[in-house]
């Protein structure tokens, strides 16, 4: 018996541990069984999140990050558009340029576009679009749409034929007290009163002693009260940057549903890298190929786009290091009452004048980096979009609809507050940086606008908005819900 003690404890000792590895396995089952059941229930949510539909006019960021169908529209519209201008040839400002560009692109694609506007003499621009209607009226004696006619035009063309299915101005083209009342109209702000406040506080910084002192500020404030006060009139409002949808919504107290960012878009085929381009461009101009690096700006060359800033910087940093003034040469497309003082600087600054856009192209792809010193807070900049989509990084003032929309990061560029003392360090920055740098910047602001700065993304965004609010009952369910599985936000956004 006692021979047989060693063996009962070793098969004793046998048996506790089955025991214990039984446990610890089904214990072990247990977790992972509870692991892949919670995984799965999170990847159940995640699809029906992904799967679910949502109420587009509700959806909070700039519908560019939104992709919709690009084939040919499954419903043609009947729009009205009001604008203070139309474009002619080069000899046009953001707003003017964005009606062009949008309302050309959606005529091509069928849908019946009337243009009201005005005129002063019979070398109007054609347009060989059989879907494109322009009525024509003499500005007012501050040169703006007279709303009166503009209405009566539209009356009679309602009266007569088949009902607008939706109403667009651009600003305050259609006058808000016409507007009130009508579900499918949609306003597009280019700049609102409460954004002109800090470029009020900059001009005042930036006033010398010898100029008067300016009250725009004390009359800014009395401005943005009327604008909370009438926008409500207008039934839908689109921000061209993120900024400005949230003051809408914020200080104006627009309604979330009523408020819809679309960012500008210009034309991807034109603005676009080529080699090509650029050293004809040089070539043509006279650029020297010694030159280290090329600069650019574009633009009104007038005081509210910054260029005192940046005359004052640039004769500074000329005058005090003669290594920039040996690598660096600044090209100017644009004119105005600042040209002349450019010239002065010699062979370091040359102004070429106002471009057309194949030109304005071939500028972009000439350059390596894009500086925009404006002092103006408003809307978002065509010029910034041009240059991103051909594959360069910018230079530009920190204000918010630029910093909220456009340079989100330092990867795509470099930011300055308007001081000189800071336009100097950028400047400097920039220099040091060098061109494998820029080019490397370039390359990812280029992958973020065709993101989100090209005409196709903001036409589609704007042909889903107007297929949305049109007059017909059908359109809500039909074109306002949206597969959330197909949105496309960008990394950076």
Known sequence: MAKDQPTKFIFRRFCFMILVLSVFSSFSLFIWSQFVGFFDFRNQIALQDQNQFIDILSFPSA???????????????????????????????????????????????????HIFTTSLNSSFPSHPIGTLYFHLSEPTSGGYLDHNVAWEQLQSLNSTGKPFDVIHTESVGLTHTRARNLTNLAVTWHGIAYECFHSDIIQELLRTPEEPLAHSLTERGMKVVQEVKFFPDYA????????????????????????????????????????????????????????????????????????????????????????????????????????????????????????????????YNAIDIFLNPTLRAQGLDHTLIEAMLSGKPLMVTRVASITGSVIVGTELGYTFSPTVASLKVALYRVWHDGRGVLERKGQLARQRALQLFTAAKMVAAYERLFLCISNDGESRDSYCTYQSSSIEMSRSS
């Not at 919709?68 to 729009?79: A, D, E, H, V, W």
């Not at 139309?86 to 005529?107: C, D, S």
């Not at 003051?247 to 500008?264: A, D, F, G, Q, S």
């Not at 090329?294 to 910054?306: E, N």
């Open 63 to 113: 519908w560019n990050h939104l992709s919709f169908p690009s084939g040919p529209p499954s419903k043609l519209l009947k729009i009205a558009l009001f604008v203070k201008k139309w474009p002619h040839k080069h000899r046009a400002g953001g707003l003017e340029r964005h009606a062009l560009t949008l309302h050309l692109a959606l005529a091509k694609r069928g849908h019946e576009l």
């Open 236 to 363: 839908h409002h689109v921000a061209t940057s993120d900024h400005v949808g949230d003051v809408l919504k914020r200080i104006y107290m627009i309604p979330e549903e009523r408020v819809h960012t679309i960012l500008n878009g210009v034309d991807e085929e034109n603005f676009k890298p080529n080699a090509a381009k650029a050293k004809d461009f040089m070539k043509k101009f006279g650029i020297p190929q010694s030159k280290k690096l090329v600069f650019g700006m574009a633009g009104r060359l007038v005081k509210d786009k910054g260029y005192p800033l940046m005359f004052e910087a640039l004769v500074q940093i000329l005058k005090e290091n003669d290594a920039f003034r040996e690598d660096i040469i600044v090209l100017i497309a644009g004119d105005g009452p600042w040209r002349d003082r450019y010239k002065s600087l010699g062979a370091n600054v040359l102004v070429l004048g106002p471009l057309e856009p194949t030109q304005l192209a071939s500028f």
